[in-house]
């Protein structure tokens, strides 16, 4: 367990802050500054969280820095935002399902990887919560007709994610930031 | 305790090395300043003496680095950063807590401390520091001057033995130079070896022992203090003055004309301007000021309200009562942002297209469609342009304009570079030339020269100038003493008071 | 823009002062997380109701009543536009027959969800987070991104103010209307600086990290930690003794709703 702590450099440990910190301000102030419901804030929320992610995965090129990434932004969530410990489950599963799919690629370094941990981890944290809402509204199923609308438009707006992600690195890599 | 020893090198992906044969020494008890135009190596320098060249950037380093004696290749970054220390242009950067007490603290909770010496080094380096009574404040209610000083006593509090700074005046006013010059003087009597990297130069006088002055990623010229005063290396190396005189008590009042006075009313204006933060008390009560064409400072102390007036006359925060007029003529408050130009502190924040070219064509683009809008705005109301005949829409092409713009501001060869890749001094001067592309009736900067060099400061300066020829009302918030000097034909001091800086009702005083 | 009155609202609400009795941010984390164990379990409106009376005493000793009154508020809108809809879908599909009950039980777990985490949330100030992240004796590895995570909150909140007054300044509309018609290009507006104040703000700090000598494996001594007092103990006994008697409740009283399943 020790081994696994010490590995990471005090660099990589700041990139994962900051972009954890950048996703949640900009996931927050976007959802919020157009209603919370409305469609085109939740697509752009979700396409802003998941260009953050492709890029930070390119910025910290280790496994388990998704993982990572999951945890920090579900604790300071928590104690800062109100997030619900509910969500962890689902999220610590998509996180680790995606670590695992990047993992299993033959190039684990290439932005093609990192795009579909991106996309992996999307995908299972989507379903994930449409569990947990089954879990709270189960007493109710009409109820989860009204929230699946809500997270397929979340959906929508991750895949346009991966893609903006994938163009946002070619221009972080024309403007010399990264470097691979 | 710093040597360099025939240094060569070369940042990865770079053909050409960035530093070339460098011999120098800091000794303990010694003020070293390297100084030089941008991009001449002077952070390279600075960066391979604590280390971070290669240990951090990797590349390829030629010849050796010794601080107190050991190679900065054997040692790691983490003991070198007890034996160097090393405060950054702007300490916020390197502060990792929100809190000014947490932050003293960080280093010493992550070495294991116990808790009560930690809490005691946190009390006996705040005491010497004198910020002892900001303990408590966040990091981010700190005035420049203190952010640094918090960054010095955070150093400090682990001892080392050599000091570095990296441009360290160039977010201080002048009170703070004079005190940092002060303490350097302390520090270098208690026999720290001290390397500054500096672009203004005239508060070293006295204090530096040495000065290395780079050219082109070499050392062009070596020597005492002295060495600067001779103008044509300053002017071959594009550096700033030796010395520079306090020209903030000599400039005069920004004022109206007089009451009796045929001439019609030139310039920009505002009367009775009341304003207070929510549940704070009121930085302007019925203010008045008034802004003559040409090139004015704006002269407070800390928290007087510089920035807020500038708030104020662009429009980006709303009075609580007040009129503003352009040429005898009232303006709404709410029109104020179409008319007045704003350059910002903070280039990166202002860059948002993907090469420079595209940065000033959208800002073209964007003022013509301002324009239109108030042509259209006019034309409904019956009346002509009078300000529009003074600074006419320009009907050239767009690709004509960007080149001049990027000629005036020395930007010829970045038109296709990504505005985020360009160094600070670029990045500010293409946020000024997107503020120009505006072609503002009034055009306010707040410290558009901090961390230039003397060749762009002056370059900014001329710039300036040439609006104000044009007939624009410049406002410079700046404690950069020598754009002042260059620039500045008169100062707007705060507190402003009701009925100061301002003459008679306007002549033409219609409702515009 | 909406954004900066957003930043504004959102740093004045996390320096809002805490006038509740102060209590460890661990035990309101272990009061979270057990009720929403103990509300995912019990599915009877007589259960949620012993959880719901006793989330609701837990929120107002914080006596933000403002806030909790805007929380409420939201909620109870939500349920409206859930009870009109649930209808409307039962008329459509019989077999999804709306059941007043049924629409009771999972905004009545929402209700609990959010006594329990607004307490944290209100009463765990931005300043204080990172002793209270101590607190938790995290590993270098969690504590350092953490630390770094809730630094930079507020930076961002303002770099996204300033953002947004310098394309008011350039000239961009930066209406709802606008934001609807050109989402991409107001989100590149937007957020491209702030990707790229993000990549060099962690180039910067990673360089001063480094210059503090920040390794894994340090051995990190805290000198200053919130205390574990009687009253956390207490806080969390009392949790324990609610969501006993809340089980009680569900398993002899309770009724659990059609089409529902304990």
């Given at each position: 367990m020790k081994r696994i702590f010490s590995r990471w450099s005090a660099q990589d440990l700041v990139v994962i802050g900051v972009f954890a910190a950048a996703s949640k301000v900009t996931t927050l102030l976007v959802a919020l500054a157009g209603g919370g419901m409305n469609p085109i804030s939740l697509m752009g929320k979700n396409l802003v969280f998941t260009m953050l992610l492709v890029v930070m995965l390119c910025r910290v090129n280790r496994p388990g820095t998704l993982f990572l990434f999951t945890v920090i932004n579900m604790i300071v969530s928590m104690l800062l935002l109100g997030a619900s410990v509910t969500l962890l489950p689902p999220i610590l599963i998509s996180a680790l399902a995606a670590e695992l799919a990047m993992l299993a690629m033959r190039d684990s370094t290439s932005v093609g990887t990192k795009v579909l941990g991106a996309a992996v981890f999307d995908i299972v944290s989507k379903v994930g919560s449409l569990g947990l809402s089954w879990l709270f509204m189960r007493e109710n199923p009409a109820m989860m007709l009204m929230v699946v609308p809500f997270v397929a438009i979340g959906y929508l707006g991750s895949i346009g994610g991966l893609f903006t992600g994938v163009k946002a690195v070619k221009e972080l890599r024309h403007a010399g930031i990264i470097r691979q | 305790m710093i040597r360099f020893e025939n240094v060569t090198y070369t940042y990865p992906f770079a053909e050409k090395p960035a530093v070339r044969g460098i011999n120098f020494e800091v000794r303990p008890g010694e003020v070293v300043l390297v100084t030089g135009r941008s991009g001449c190596g002077k952070s390279t320098l600075m960066r391979l003496a604590n280390g971070l060249c290669p240990g951090w950037f990797k590349g390829r380093l030629e010849g050796r680095v010794l601080v107190d004696g050991k190679s900065t290749l054997e040692l790691p970054l983490k003991d070198m950063s007890r034996l160097c220390g090393t405060l950054f242009q702007d300490p916020e950067q390197q502060f990792f807590a929100l809190g000014v007490e947490d932050e003293l603290a960080f280093v010493h909770e992550w070495r294991g401390l116990p808790a009560e010496e930690t809490r005691e080094k946190v009390r006996s380096f705040a005491r010497s520091f004198g910020i002892g009574h900001i303990l408590g404040q966040s990091i981010h209610e700190l005035s420049e001057g203190q952010k640094q000083k918090v960054g010095l006593a955070s150093i400090m509090s682990q001892e080392p033995k050599a000091l570095i700074l990296d441009e360290p005046t160039a977010n201080l006013d002048p009170e703070s130079t004079v005190e940092l010059a002060h303490r350097l003087r302390m520090l270098k009597e208690s026999g720290m070896a001290i390397l500054v990297v500096d672009h203004?130069?005239?508060?070293?006088e006295g204090v530096a022992d040495r000065v290395l002055v780079m050219k082109e990623g070499e050392v062009a010229a070596q020597g005492n203090f002295g060495l600067l005063k001779d103008d044509g290396l300053r002017a071959s190396c594009g550096l700033r003055g030796w010395h520079v005189d306090d020209a903030r008590p000599h400039l005069p009042e920004s004022a109206a004309p007089a009451a009796e006075s045929s001439q019609p009313e030139r310039g920009f204006r505002m009367e009775g301007v009341t304003f207070a933060y929510?549940?704070?008390?009121?930085?302007?009560?019925?203010a008045s000021a008034f802004l003559a064409p040409g090139v004015t400072a704006l002269i407070g102390d800390n928290g007087a309200g510089k920035t807020t007036l500038a708030r104020l006359m662009t429009g980006l925060n709303k009075a609580q009562s007040g009129r503003f007029f352009f040429d005898g003529a009232e303006i709404a408050a709410s029109d104020l942002l179409r008319r007045v130009g704003v350059v910002l502190q903070n280039a990166d924040h202002q860059l948002h297209m993907k090469t420079v070219a595209q940065e000033l064509e959208v800002c073209l683009e964007l003022a013509e469609r301002l324009e239109k809008q108030a042509a259209k705005q006019k034309a409904r109301e019956g009346r002509e342009d009078a300000a529009a005949q003074q600074c006419p829409a320009v009907s050239r092409p767009r690709a004509e304009q960007v080149r001049e713009l990027l000629e005036l501001f020395g930007l010829e060869g970045l038109a296709e570079r990504h505005p985020q890749s360009l160094s600070g001094g670029e990045k500010q001067r293409l946020v000024i030339a997107c503020a120009f592309a505006k072609r503002p009736r009034v055009l306010i900067l707040d410290?558009?020269?901090?961390?230039?060099d003397g060749e762009n400061m002056r370059r900014i300066a001329n710039a300036l100038r040439l609006l104000a020829e044009h007939g624009a009302c410049v406002l410079i918030i700046t404690h950069d003493l020598e754009l002042m000097k260059l620039s500045c034909s008169r100062a707007l001091r705060l507190p402003l008071t009701a009925g100061k800086n301002t003459g008679p009702a306007p002549h033409n005083a219609d409702k515009e | 823009m909406q954004a900066s009155s957003v930043s504004s609202r959102f740093e004045a609400y996390a320096a809002e002062s805490d006038s509740s009795v102060k209590m460890d941010a661990r035990s309101r984390m272990a009061v979270s997380l057990f009720m929403s164990a103990v509300t995912v379990c019990i599915s009877s409106v007589e259960g949620q109701a012993v959880l719901l009376v006793a989330s609701f005493l837990y929120v107002l000793s914080i006596r933000r009543w403002k806030a909790v009154g805007i929380a409420y508020a939201f909620l109870a809108v939500m349920m409206c536009i859930a009870v009109l809809l649930t209808y409307g879908i039962s008329l459509l599909t019989p077999i999804m027959p709306f059941s007043p009950r049924g629409i009771a039980v999972p905004f009545m777990r929402s209700a609990e969800m959010m006594n329990v985490v607004l307490p944290l949330a209100l009463t765990c100030r931005i300043q204080e987070l990172l002793t209270a992240l101590k607190g938790l004796r995290l590993p270098f590895c969690i504590y350092i991104p953490a630390a770094v995570m809730i630094r930079f909150i507020p930076t961002f909140m303002h770099d996204i103010r300033q953002v947004a007054e310098t394309l008011k300044i350039r000239g961009y509309s930066l209406t709802f209307g606008e934001m609807f018609r050109h989402p991409l290009m107001m989100l590149r507006l937007m957020f491209t600086p702030l990707l790229f104040r993000s990549l060099r703000t962690s180039e910067e700090l990673g360089m001063a990290a480094e210059l503090k000598g920040l390794e894994s494996g340090s051995c990190f001594v805290p000198f200053r930690t919130q205390q574990w007092a009687k009253r956390d103990t207490a806080l969390v006994l009392l949790a324990v003794a609610v969501a006993a008697l809340a089980l009680y409740v569900h398993f002899k009283f309770g009724t659990v709703p059609t089409r529902g399943m304990r």
């Amino acid at each position: 367990m020790k081994r696994i702590f010490s590995r990471w450099s005090a660099q990589d440990l700041v990139v994962i802050g900051v972009f954890a910190a950048a996703s949640k301000v900009t996931t927050l102030l976007v959802a919020l500054a157009g209603g919370g419901m409305n469609p085109i804030s939740l697509m752009g929320k979700n396409l802003v969280f998941t260009m953050l992610l492709v890029v930070m995965l390119c910025r910290v090129n280790r496994p388990g820095t998704l993982f990572l990434f999951t945890v920090i932004n579900m604790i300071v969530s928590m104690l800062l935002l109100g997030a619900s410990v509910t969500l962890l489950p689902p999220i610590l599963i998509s996180a680790l399902a995606a670590e695992l799919a990047m993992l299993a690629m033959r190039d684990s370094t290439s932005v093609g990887t990192k795009v579909l941990g991106a996309a992996v981890f999307d995908i299972v944290s989507k379903v994930g919560s449409l569990g947990l809402s089954w879990l709270f509204m189960r007493e109710n199923p009409a109820m989860m007709l009204m929230v699946v609308p809500f997270v397929a438009i979340g959906y929508l707006g991750s895949i346009g994610g991966l893609f903006t992600g994938v163009k946002a690195v070619k221009e972080l890599r024309h403007a010399g930031i990264i470097r691979q | 305790m710093i040597r360099f020893e025939n240094v060569t090198y070369t940042y990865p992906f770079a053909e050409k090395p960035a530093v070339r044969g460098i011999n120098f020494e800091v000794r303990p008890g010694e003020v070293v300043l390297v100084t030089g135009r941008s991009g001449c190596g002077k952070s390279t320098l600075m960066r391979l003496a604590n280390g971070l060249c290669p240990g951090w950037f990797k590349g390829r380093l030629e010849g050796r680095v010794l601080v107190d004696g050991k190679s900065t290749l054997e040692l790691p970054l983490k003991d070198m950063s007890r034996l160097c220390g090393t405060l950054f242009q702007d300490p916020e950067q390197q502060f990792f807590a929100l809190g000014v007490e947490d932050e003293l603290a960080f280093v010493h909770e992550w070495r294991g401390l116990p808790a009560e010496e930690t809490r005691e080094k946190v009390r006996s380096f705040a005491r010497s520091f004198g910020i002892g009574h900001i303990l408590g404040q966040s990091i981010h209610e700190l005035s420049e001057g203190q952010k640094q000083k918090v960054g010095l006593a955070s150093i400090m509090s682990q001892e080392p033995k050599a000091l570095i700074l990296d441009e360290p005046t160039a977010n201080l006013d002048p009170e703070s130079t004079v005190e940092l010059a002060h303490r350097l003087r302390m520090l270098k009597e208690s026999g720290m070896a001290i390397l500054v990297v500096d672009h203004r130069l005239y508060w070293l006088e006295g204090v530096a022992d040495r000065v290395l002055v780079m050219k082109e990623g070499e050392v062009a010229a070596q020597g005492n203090f002295g060495l600067l005063k001779d103008d044509g290396l300053r002017a071959s190396c594009g550096l700033r003055g030796w010395h520079v005189d306090d020209a903030r008590p000599h400039l005069p009042e920004s004022a109206a004309p007089a009451a009796e006075s045929s001439q019609p009313e030139r310039g920009f204006r505002m009367e009775g301007v009341t304003f207070a933060y929510k549940g704070q008390a009121p930085i302007f009560e019925h203010a008045s000021a008034f802004l003559a064409p040409g090139v004015t400072a704006l002269i407070g102390d800390n928290g007087a309200g510089k920035t807020t007036l500038a708030r104020l006359m662009t429009g980006l925060n709303k009075a609580q009562s007040g009129r503003f007029f352009f040429d005898g003529a009232e303006i709404a408050a709410s029109d104020l942002l179409r008319r007045v130009g704003v350059v910002l502190q903070n280039a990166d924040h202002q860059l948002h297209m993907k090469t420079v070219a595209q940065e000033l064509e959208v800002c073209l683009e964007l003022a013509e469609r301002l324009e239109k809008q108030a042509a259209k705005q006019k034309a409904r109301e019956g009346r002509e342009d009078a300000a529009a005949q003074q600074c006419p829409a320009v009907s050239r092409p767009r690709a004509e304009q960007v080149r001049e713009l990027l000629e005036l501001f020395g930007l010829e060869g970045l038109a296709e570079r990504h505005p985020q890749s360009l160094s600070g001094g670029e990045k500010q001067r293409l946020v000024i030339a997107c503020a120009f592309a505006k072609r503002p009736r009034v055009l306010i900067l707040d410290e558009p020269t901090s961390g230039l060099d003397g060749e762009n400061m002056r370059r900014i300066a001329n710039a300036l100038r040439l609006l104000a020829e044009h007939g624009a009302c410049v406002l410079i918030i700046t404690h950069d003493l020598e754009l002042m000097k260059l620039s500045c034909s008169r100062a707007l001091r705060l507190p402003l008071t009701a009925g100061k800086n301002t003459g008679p009702a306007p002549h033409n005083a219609d409702k515009e | 823009m909406q954004a900066s009155s957003v930043s504004s609202r959102f740093e004045a609400y996390a320096a809002e002062s805490d006038s509740s009795v102060k209590m460890d941010a661990r035990s309101r984390m272990a009061v979270s997380l057990f009720m929403s164990a103990v509300t995912v379990c019990i599915s009877s409106v007589e259960g949620q109701a012993v959880l719901l009376v006793a989330s609701f005493l837990y929120v107002l000793s914080i006596r933000r009543w403002k806030a909790v009154g805007i929380a409420y508020a939201f909620l109870a809108v939500m349920m409206c536009i859930a009870v009109l809809l649930t209808y409307g879908i039962s008329l459509l599909t019989p077999i999804m027959p709306f059941s007043p009950r049924g629409i009771a039980v999972p905004f009545m777990r929402s209700a609990e969800m959010m006594n329990v985490v607004l307490p944290l949330a209100l009463t765990c100030r931005i300043q204080e987070l990172l002793t209270a992240l101590k607190g938790l004796r995290l590993p270098f590895c969690i504590y350092i991104p953490a630390a770094v995570m809730i630094r930079f909150i507020p930076t961002f909140m303002h770099d996204i103010r300033q953002v947004a007054e310098t394309l008011k300044i350039r000239g961009y509309s930066l209406t709802f209307g606008e934001m609807f018609r050109h989402p991409l290009m107001m989100l590149r507006l937007m957020f491209t600086p702030l990707l790229f104040r993000s990549l060099r703000t962690s180039e910067e700090l990673g360089m001063a990290a480094e210059l503090k000598g920040l390794e894994s494996g340090s051995c990190f001594v805290p000198f200053r930690t919130q205390q574990w007092a009687k009253r956390d103990t207490a806080l969390v006994l009392l949790a324990v003794a609610v969501a006993a008697l809340a089980l009680y409740v569900h398993f002899k009283f309770g009724t659990v709703p059609t089409r529902g399943m304990r």
